[in-house]
Antibody, heavy 124, light 113 residues
Framework: QVQLVQSGSELKQPGASVKISCKAS????????ITWVRQAPGQGLEWMGW????????RYAPGFTGRFAFSFDTSVRTAYLQISGLRAEDTGIYFC?????????????????WGQGTLVTVSS | DIVMTQSPDSLAVSLGERATINCKSS????????????LAWYQQKPGQPPKLLLY???TRESGVPDRFSGSGSGTDFTLTISSLQAEDVAVYYC?????????FGGGTKVEIK
């Protein structure tokens, strides 16, 4: 069955970097894009962008450019989200999710499988 | 960017009664060539990731109970839970995927009255 398993919680100081992983199983990794979604404490969902696991091309939503980087390693079927220069406002739960058709359509669609989420806490 | 506005922010409904959640888009989500509305609905229970309920505004994801239904077209959409069950307590989100920048609504919290 399709599964996305994310890495564990992180506690980081302001200015540090963090790299979250999202390991996929149960489907052909390069046939589906991976999207990233942030949820600040007690808040709603924010779409951060996605990465084409076929071409490697990322697309970032406004507000998630510069310090955020999507990547993946096909050999281990894992997508990554790296955040540099962490700020207190980056605190939240980060979800990866499988996009049903972005690889074909070229833009984001809806998301049928989700990782369990990774809590990132930025605090001194 | 397309702004998605949900209403109400929260609602309390008695068990077995109907719950209705609205989602309004700042731009049209209907693509005329294929007559599809590029809108999805998700359910998020506390401590869990979101779960896909509906896509193309009204197509139920496999395994989703038929008490969940979606309607609407263009800019105005509705998620209806026909007979609220205890396990439906959650926050519900709409999401547009019409443009290259996808966006979510702010969420609607559904509770038991």
């Amino acid at each position: 069955q399709v599964q996305l398993v994310q890495s564990g919680s992180e506690l980081k100081q302001p200015g540090a970097s963090v790299k979250i992983s999202c390991k996929a199983s149960g489907y052909t990794f390069t046939s589906y894009a991976i999207t990233w979604v942030r949820q600040a404490p007690g808040q709603g969902l924010e779409w951060m962008g996605w990465i084409n696991t076929n071409t490697g091309s990322p697309r970032y939503a406004p507000g998630f450019t510069g310090r955020f980087a999507f990547s993946f390693d096909t050999s281990v079927r894992t997508a990554y989200l790296q955040i540099s220069g962490l700020r207190a406002e980056d605190t939240g739960i980060y979800f990866c999710a499988r996009d049903v058709d972005a690889v074909t359509r070229g833009i984001a669609n809806y998301f049928d499988y989700w990782g369990q989420g990774t809590l990132v806490t930025v605090s001194s | 960017d397309i702004v998605m506005t949900q209403s109400p922010d929260s609602l309390a409904v008695s068990l077995g009664e109907r719950a209705t959640i609205n989602c309004k888009s700042s731009q049209n989500l209907l693509y005329s060539p294929n007559n599809r509305n590029y809108l999805a609905w998700y359910q998020q229970k506390p401590g869990q990731p979101p779960k896909l309920l509906l896509y193309w505004a009204s197509t139920r994801e496999s395994g989703v109970p038929d008490r969940f239904s979606g309607s609407g077209s263009g800019t105005d959409f509705t998620l209806t839970i026909s007979s609220l069950q205890a396990e439906d307590v959650a926050v519900y989100y709409c999401q547009q995927y019409y443009t290259h920048l996808s966006t979510f609504g702010g969420g609607t919290k559904v509770e038991i009255k």
